[in-house]
C-alpha cells in the first residue's frame, strides 16, 4: 500500500489525519507516517518527527484526570466520566484503559453491558456475565486512535436491566462501580511545533496537560539579583497557568538540558554552549530550538543588561497575546500602574459584590437530567477576613429550575467544601398555583426562576473554598409498566448571582503558616508582590535558586498574576528591606540571617545544630480562662535530613512578617518546597509558627501568635481588645462610671451654687 502524501491546513487537520494513517498501518509501522510527513514539515505549524525516539508512555489514574471518587454508574442507562487531554505538541499513537469495577448480581448478561465510549463514539462494550457478577474485576481496553483528539471525555455507560419484563429505569440494582484508581495509559510521538510566539504559552505550559509542571530554567554564571527578578516574574507566570497542577522550576547554571524545552535568562554578551545567538541591544524574547533535542524548544529572555531582561520578562508575562514570529523586541514598554491591596485576579473581591459569573464560566453553572452532576463554584478568599460577631457571607443565589407537576421531595442542596449548608424546596407548579400564566410560561420557557438569600458562616470559608450546588429531582413512580424516564428536567445557576465579603475587616493573628501554605499570605496581599523581599543565602545554588522560583511560583498560582515588582536581595543589603515582608531560604549554613535573627525565630536549623521552641498551644482550645502557652526550648545535634518553615514577626519593622525556608542539607529545602506543592490535599499539616519537615513528614509543633497584621475600624478594635481582656473591660467601665459620676456631681454642685447666689 502507498502511503499517501499529507498536506493540511493547521495542526487540528494535521493531527488527525496523523491519527488515522498510524491506525491504519499500526503502531510498529508509525516511522512511515513520520517520514511521510516530514516532507511537508516547512509549510506547517506541527508536523511528525523522521524517527521514532522521541516516543513514550504516560499513566494517569482517573483520579488524576478529576475523578475525586469512584464513577457509578446507575439506572437502565447511568453514565459518568473523565475529561482528557493530549497536548498540542504529541500525537497518540496507541491508548489504553485499565479498569477496576464491579456490577450488580442483578443485571442481566443478555440484555446490561458497559460502554466505554471516547468523546461520544463507543470503543468497547464490556459483558456482565453472572458468574463474575459482584466481583471486584480488571480490564484492559485498547482505544481507536483516530476517537482522540485534542479534548478528549472518556465516558462509561451502563446499559441495565433485571427484567425480561417492566421495570423500574431507577431500580436500586441497576449499578456498576468503576474505580478512580483505573488507569489510562497514552503511548505519544512528538510533533515540532513552529518557533512562533504567537503559539505561548505552548510549548512550555500546555492546558491540556493535567500533569504537574516541570520546566528548567537556565542562567548563566553567579545570575545577580535583577535577572533573578526576571526569572521570578516568569515562574510566577507559568506557576498562575499551572494553576491546581501545580509547578516545579529546576535551575540549571552555564548549560542547556539535554531534553525538552527550557527557559533561558540571558544578560550582555552571556552565552550557552550550543547557542550561536548575538547579543541582545534591547529588550529581546524569542524562541529558539534546543541544540540537545530537535523537538525541544528554548524561551530565551534577553536583553543589554539584566534591567532589560526584567522589561522583556514583564512584557512576557503581561503582553502574550501581542507576541508573534520567532523573534520580538520590546520598543516601549510603559510603568506598570501599582497593585492595590485584595485585587489578585484569583481573589474574591473584597470592595465590592462578586458575581459568580466570574467565578466560573457560564456552561458549568447549567446541568441537565434526574441525576445531574454538582454544579461547583471554586471561592479564593483573603485569609485574614474577620468579624467578631459573624452572621455569615452574605450570598444572594438566583436559580432556575424545572418545577414538577406535583408535590414531591425535590431540592437544590447547598454545600460549602462537602460540609452542608441548606436544602431548599423546589415548588411544584401544583404548590406555586398552577396559574395559566405559569403553565404558558414553563411551555415557553421550561425553567423557573427563583431566588434565595442565604448566610454562610465565615468559619466554614478557608481560603481555597468551593460552593456546591447539587439539584436532586425527586422521581415519582407511576406504577407497573408505566414507569418511563423522560429526562428533560434541567437546572442551572444564574452568572448574576453574588458574593458579599466587602463588609469584613482584614485583620489577622500572626503568624499563620496555614495562611502562608493556601494562600501565600501575606505576601500575596499585593499581587505583584511589591511589597516582598526574597533574601537569598551566601553563594546560592542552583538548588537554591530552583526553591526561589518554585515558592515565587506558588505565589503566582495564588494570585493570578505575575510578580513583576517582586525584590531579590542578600542577607547584606537586608537593612534596605526593612519595609517589606520578607522570604528568607537558606540550606546547610549559607545562610547569616539565620544566626543573625536566631532569637526571634520559633526554631532555627543549622547543619547538625538544630533549636526548636516547643509550645503546647497547638494542643489546646483558646479562651479566656486558659492559662499561657508553656513554651521550652529544646537544642540538640542530630545527622538528620531536617528542613523547617518557620513565620515570626520581622525584627526590622514591627507588623512586617518573615517567612524562613530551609534545611540542614541542600535536599531539607526541596522536602519544604514539596510539602508546599502537595499540602493542598491535607490544609491543616501546615499551621502554626513552626513546621518540621522530614521527607514527607509534616508537623507543626509551635502555634504563637505574637503579632496583628491589618487593621481594624476603632470601635471594632475596641469591641475585639476588650473581648480578650474582660479585666481591662471592667475596669474601664469602673473608670467611665467614675467619671460620668465626677461629672454628674461637678454640675449639680455649680447648680446648687447659683440656686444659693439667688
Avoid at 419484563?165 to 484508581?181: I, M, Q
Avoid at 512576557?316 to 523573534?327: F, I, K, R
Avoid at 424516564?485 to 475587616?505: C, L, M, W
Avoid at 512586617?656 to 534545611?663: C, E, L, M, Y
Wanted: hydrophobic content about 40%; some cysteine.
Amino acid at each position: 500500500m502507498t502511503t499517501p502524501s499529507i498536506r493540511a491546513r493547521g495542526p487540528k487537520h494535521r493531527r488527525a489525519l496523523l491519527t488515522v494513517l498510524a491506525a491504519m498501518i499500526g503502531v510498529s509501522n508509525v516511522s512511515g507516517v513520520w517520514a511521510a510527513a516530514a516532507a511537508d514539515a516547512s509549510a506547517t505549524t506541527a508536523s511528525a518527527p523522521a524517527s521514532p525516539s522521541g516516543v513514550r508512555t504516560y499513566r494517569l489514574t482517573l483520579k488524576e484526570l478529576g475523578a475525586q471518587y469512584p464513577l457509578n454508574l446507575a439506572g437502565v442507562d447511568g453514565t459518568n466520566g473523565v475529561p482528557f487531554g493530549v497536548r498540542a505538541d504529541e500525537i497518540v499513537t496507541a491508548a489504553r484503559v485499565s479498569l477496576n469495577y464491579a456490577y450488580s448480581p442483578a443485571l442481566l448478561p443478555d440484555l446490561s453491558h458497559i460502554n466505554v465510549m471516547v468523546n461520544g463514539e463507543v470503543a468497547h462494550s464490556i459483558p456482565v456475565p453472572k458468574e463474575d457478577a459482584g466481583k471486584s474485576l480488571k480490564t484492559d481496553i485498547d482505544l481507536p486512535v483516530r476517537l482522540i483528539t485534542d479534548f478528549n471525555r472518556l465516558n462509561l455507560q451502563l446499559i441495565g436491566h433485571y427484567s425480561m419484563g417492566c421495570e423500574d429505569p431507577l431500580h436500586s440494582s441497576l449499578w456498576a462501580n468503576v474505580a478512580n484508581d483505573s488507569v489510562l495509559e497514552l503511548t505519544v510521538a512528538p510533533l515540532r511545533l513552529q518557533n512562533d510566539l504567537a503559539l505561548l504559552p505552548l510549548p512550555f505550559f500546555d492546558r491540556r496537560d493535567v500533569r504537574p509542571l516541570n520546566l528548567p530554567f537556565v542562567m548563566v554564571g553567579q545570575p545577580d539579583h535583577a535577572l533573578l527578578e526576571a526569572a521570578g516574574t516568569l515562574s510566577s507566570w507559568f506557576g498562575a497557568l499551572a494553576s491546581y497542577r501545580g509547578a516545579r522550576f529546576p535551575v540549571s547554571l552555564d548549560a542547556l538540558p539535554a531534553t525538552g524545552n527550557a527557559v533561558v535568562l540571558l544578560a550582555g554578551t552571556a552565552t550557552l554552549p550550543g547557542m550561536n545567538l548575538p547579543a541582545a541591544q534591547a529588550p529581546t524574547i524569542s524562541l529558539q530550538p534546543n541544540p540537545n533535542d530537535p523537538m525541544g524548544k528554548l524561551l530565551v529572555i534577553a536583553g543589554r543588561d539584566a534591567a532589560q531582561v526584567k522589561t522583556a520578562a514583564a512584557a512576557l508575562a503581561l503582553g502574550t497575546q501581542a507576541l508573534s514570529g520567532q523573534t520580538a523586541t520590546i520598543v516601549k514598554f510603559d510603568a506598570l500602574a501599582p497593585r492595590t491591596p485584595y485585587d489578585a485576579p484569583n481573589w474574591v473581591r473584597s470592595d465590592r459584590p462578586v458575581k459568580f459569573g466570574e467565578l466560573a464560566a457560564s456552561r458549568d453553572l447549567n446541568v441537565a437530567g434526574y441525576r445531574p452532576d454538582i454544579v461547583r463554584v471554586n471561592l479564593r478568599l483573603p485569609p485574614d477576613l474577620f468579624a467578631l460577631r459573624d452572621k455569615g457571607v452574605p450570598v444572594d443565589l438566583k436559580y432556575r429550575y424545572t418545577p414538577r407537576p406535583s408535590n414531591d421531595k425535590s431540592t437544590l442542596n447547598v454545600n460549602v467544601n462537602r460540609d452542608f449548608l441548606q436544602s431548599i424546596p423546589l415548588k411544584s407548579v401544583e404548590q406555586l398555583g398552577g396559574s395559566d400564566s405559569l403553565v404558558s410560561k414553563l411551555l415557553s420557557d421550561e425553567t423557573l426562576p427563583a431566588d434565595k438569600r442565604m448566610q454562610i458562616p465565615l468559619f466554614m470559608l478557608p481560603p481555597r473554598s468551593q460552593m456546591q450546588l447539587h439539584y436532586y429531582y425527586d422521581y415519582l413512580k407511576q406504577g407497573e409498566c408505566r414507569d418511563v424516564i423522560i429526562d428533560n428536567v434541567r437546572g442551572a445557576i444564574d452568572p448574576d448571582s453574588t458574593i458579599d465579603i466587602s463588609g469584613y475587616s482584614h485583620f489577622m493573628a500572626m503568624p499563620n503558616l496555614a495562611a502562608f501554605d493556601q494562600a501565600g499570605y501575606p505576601f500575596t496581599r499585593l499581587a505583584d508582590l511589591s511589597e516582598t523581599a526574597v533574601v537569598l543565602p551566601e553563594n546560592p545554588t542552583a538548588r537554591d535558586y530552583s526553591a526561589y522560583l518554585t515558592l515565587v511560583g506558588r505565589l503566582g498560582e495564588s494570585t493570578g498574576y505575575p510578580a513583576t515588582a517582586v525584590t531579590v536581595t542578600g542577607a547584606n543589603q537586608i537593612d534596605a528591606q526593612r519595609d517589606k515582608d520578607l522570604i528568607v531560604i537558606g540550606s546547610g549554613k549559607n545562610q547569616p540571617l539565620l544566626t543573625k535573627w536566631a532569637q526571634y525565630m520559633p526554631g532555627n536549623i543549622e547543619g547538625v545544630d538544630k533549636r526548636f521552641v516547643m509550645s503546647d498551644l497547638v494542643y489546646r482550645l483558646s479562651g479566656w480562662g486558659n492559662p499561657p502557652a508553656r513554651r521550652e526550648a529544646i537544642t540538640l545535634s542530630s545527622d538528620g535530613s531536617d528542613a523547617i518553615l518557620a513565620g515570626f514577626e520581622s525584627p526590622l519593622q514591627p507588623g512586617r512578617s518573615v517567612v524562613v525556608a530551609a534545611g540542614n542539607r541542600p535536599e531539607g529545602l526541596d522536602d519544604v518546597v514539596n510539602a508546599l506543592l502537595v499540602s493542598e490535599n491535607d490544609a491543616h499539616r501546615i499551621e502554626g509558627s513552626l513546621a518540621i519537615i522530614r521527607g514527607k513528614q509534616v508537623d507543626s509543633v509551635v502555634a504563637d501568635q505574637t503579632y496583628y497584621a491589618g487593621k481594624l475600624e476603632p470601635l471594632e478594635y475596641a469591641a475585639w481588645y476588650f473581648s480578650r481582656h474582660p479585666v481591662m473591660f471592667l475596669l474601664a467601665c469602673l473608670a467611665g462610671a467614675a467619671l460620668l459620676a465626677s461629672l454628674l456631681f461637678l454640675s449639680l454642685r455649680k447648680r446648687a451654687k447659683r440656686r444659693l447666689k439667688a
